[in-house]
Every structure is written in C-alpha cells, then in structure tokens.
C-alpha cells in the first residue's frame, strides 16, 4: 500500500511469454499489493508463466482485443478491491521501476490518472523507437492538444495509471475493444474533468516487444483524430456517443475465468 492506498498491476497480455517474467522481477512488489495479469487467447505458454510466477491469472476463451483485454483487467483489479491501478504491459518496452512514482502522485491525491510518457526527455528515439512512429506520435499528439485544448507530452503510452473513482464513473464499457479503448479513455478523462499527470519514461524497442503493424497504425490514428474531434464537438453541446451522461460504467457482474487466483 501507499497512503493507506492498494495498489494494484495489471498486464494485459498476448503471446508475452518471453517477456512477462523479465517484466514482472522488476516490479517492487513491497509496494504492491496485487498482480493481475488476463492473457487474451494466446497462442504461447502466457499463462502457463504467470501461473508459475504465482500472478493473478485470467485467461480469455476467445480473443476480445486490445481494449476488451483491458475491460477484464480493470473488473479484476476493482473486484479485489484495488484503490490505484496501474496498467503495465508484459512486453518490457517500460520499465515497472516507476509504479511507486506513478501510484504515489494518485495515492496523495494530487491526481486522478498518471501517464509514463516516452515523449519526455527524449527517451523515445533513444530506447529505439522507429521514425515513423515518433513523427506519427507527435503529430497526433499536437492535434489532439490543439483541438482538445490540453498540453500532454502525449496520448499513447502503454504505462498508466487510474485510481479507483476513474474505473467506477467512466463508461468504459462503451469504449472500443480495439486499440483505440487507451485514446477513448484518457479522453473520457479529460472531458469529465479529471486531472492527468505526467511522468518520463525510458522505453525499449527489441523484437519481443508487442507493437501492431503499419496498416493498423494507420486505422488507428485515423480513429484518434475521430474521438477528438467528437471530444470538441460534445464539448461543444452536441450530442455525442460516449461523451454523454448515460454511458455503461465496467459491469463487475461479469464472469472472469480464472487460471489461477492469489491471495
């Protein structure tokens, strides 16, 4: 715990078996007080692994993508009770060596959600992230500032954090199961007033660490431009799906298949 805070990890995993325990040695488990992990169908011995490393381990029957992945991970984390949740990807492309920074800027209440951002001191381009995606990065980036009227370093980091109320209020049900669920959310979280912190991050590019291809990069950042412009134009006063009143908060009714349960 921090602040008298639990804190919870969860990793949403596909076909991360060579990186997950890398991953998760490098979690300072003394401030930690759950780890989840939902494998989204994978093909390799994920879960298998995390089972062996006694993590919390929900394995998905079919796979629900990205965002459906993350939909699992947060009713787990509420489930058990977690007051702060930090989602970390198993791939090792961010160091877990900040989950204490990140969970204690939430614990104390100066912020509602925490991003690890790549964009901060250049750690990008020096962990070995391809051109493309830095140009790409900071151009989606810029627009979503400009028309969303904020000034994050950037909207697409796969190391963030949430406290409990971000997880209980928003419809994230209404959210995609695509990638496009991370840019959804944070702006879900701007557009009701929560406030988002920052913190750098170094990252690492190497084979085994996840990235979608070039065809889908391109669906995606078509698609952040899309919920910026429905973010401004709700803010706006039109009606909007999602950035309205009615959405579906996570149902926790929802069954979870456990592989293997701790604590």
Do not use: W
Not at 23 to 33: K, S
Not at 205 to 216: C, K, V
């Amino acid at each position: 715990m921090i602040n008298s805070k639990k804190v919870a990890v969860i990793m949403p995993a596909y076909n991360a078996e060579k990186t997950l325990e890398k991953t998760y040695n490098e979690i300072y488990q003394n401030f930690v007080d759950e780890i989840i992990l939902v494998d989204d169908f994978s093909s390799d011995e994920t879960k298998d692994i995390a089972k062996r490393l006694n993590i919390t381990t929900i394995v998905h029957e079919r796979n629900k993508g990205y965002g459906g992945n993350q939909k699992s991970c947060y009713r787990a984390a509420l489930k058990a009770g977690a007051d702060i949740v930090i989602m970390l990807h198993p791939d090792y492309q961010y160091t877990p060596k900040l989950i204490p920074a990140i969970a204690s800027m939430m614990a104390f209440g100066e912020y509602d959600a925490v991003i690890a951002s790549r964009m901060l001191g250049n750690s990008a381009l020096k962990g070995g992230m391809p051109l493309y995606k830095y140009i790409s990065n900071r151009f989606l980036t810029e627009f979503e500032n400009i028309v969303i009227g904020e000034k994050l370093s950037e909207y697409h980091t796969g190391f963030r954090g949430f406290t409990r109320k971000i997880l209980e209020t928003l419809p994230l049900e209404d959210c995609s199961d695509d990638f496009i669920f991370d840019n959804q959310m944070l702006a879900l979280i701007l557009y009701n007033g929560f406030k988002i912190g920052e913190i750098s991050c170094p990252t690492k590019y190497f084979a085994e660490a996840s990235s979608i291809n070039f065809s889908r990069s391109c669906k995606y950042g078509l698609e952040v431009l899309l919920v910026s412009l429905k973010y401004r134009l709700a803010k706006m006063g039109f009606q909007m799906a999602l950035f309205n009143k009615q959405g579906r908060v996570l149902n926790l009714e929802k069954e979870l298949n456990y592989y293997n349960k701790c604590r």
